[in-house]
């Protein structure tokens, strides 16, 4: 039985959990995890799928806990394009399967299939797969290129994920506070 199992990568803590209940038809969608303060969940974990991003954890009762699903137009990703262009990715409240990434300089040279990924600005580990452009939407009025991604994770059939801790964030928190008050 590895229920319980944890996973150490580097500066994260990988726990498994099973999806008790999966929204995605919402504006701002959820995800209810089987783990809950006894199994070591805390508020702001990231929530992520084998395929990729899937949430971040908003609410925590003993066994039970709720992630706000990327699948949520109050969730934006801080998400990297293969050549390092850094922008954010959003959910329009759409398709469960469709994100978008606005504001991608018209120079910047995207084509069918490229994979867009976390940042180390997110709340997710860097480098999680947020999904792959199917196609590219070019807004004359601003230069600019409107990225429509399939998600990595398929949020209409997810049954099982990994809450992650990252063991630096609170550490960060702290510091990113403290620097917010000195003005």
Do not use: C
């Not at 038809?25 to 199994?39: E, F, K, L, P, Q």
């Not at 992520?48 to 925590?60: F, K, N, P, Q």
């Not at 299939?113 to 709340?123: A, N, P, Q």
């Amino acid at each position: 039985d590895d229920s319980g199992k944890v996973i150490q990568y580097a500066d994260y803590l990988y726990r498994t959990g099973g999806v008790a209940n999966n929204a995605v038809s919402g504006a701002n969608n959820y995800i209810t995890i089987n783990r809950g303060s006894a199994d070591g969940v805390k508020k702001n974990m990231s929530v992520i799928s084998g395929t990729g991003v899937a949430g971040r954890i908003v609410y925590v009762s003993k066994h039970f806990s709720s992630a706000r699903s990327v699948l949520s137009v109050k969730q934006p990703v801080s998400a990297k394009l293969k050549d390092g262009t850094i922008g954010y990715v959003n959910w329009e409240g759409e398709r469960p399967d469709i994100l978008m990434m606005r504001d991608v300089p018209q120079q910047i040279k995207v084509k069918k299939g490229d994979s867009v990924f976390t940042t180390h600005y997110s709340f997710f580990p860097p480098g999680i797969l947020i999904g792959t452009v199917y196609k590219m939407e070019y807004i004359k009025k601003n230069n600019l290129q409107l990225l429509h991604l399939r998600t990595a994770t398929n949020f209409r059939n997810l049954q099982y994920v990994y809450i992650v801790e990252n063991k630096m964030l609170p550490e960060r928190m702290l510091l990113e506070d403290s620097t917010s008050n000195d003005n």
